[in-house]
């Protein structure tokens, strides 16, 4: 039980370090779909 609870603390930690990381270096959806060639129909 206490190995699972570890794993559970360490996915969560990764995940959170991931998604603050990513974003800091700009990996972040919004910025990489985002794109000024965009067609619009009219």
Not at 11 to 40: D, K, P, Q
Request: proline residues 2%; glycine residues 10%; neutral net charge.
């Amino acid at each position: 039980m206490k190995t699972m609870l570890l794993a559970f603390c360490a996915v969560i930690g990764i995940a959170v370090i991931a998604y603050f990381g990513l974003h800091a270096v700009g990996f972040g959806a919004a910025e990489s779909t985002a794109s000024t060639a965009v067609r619009l129909p009219d």
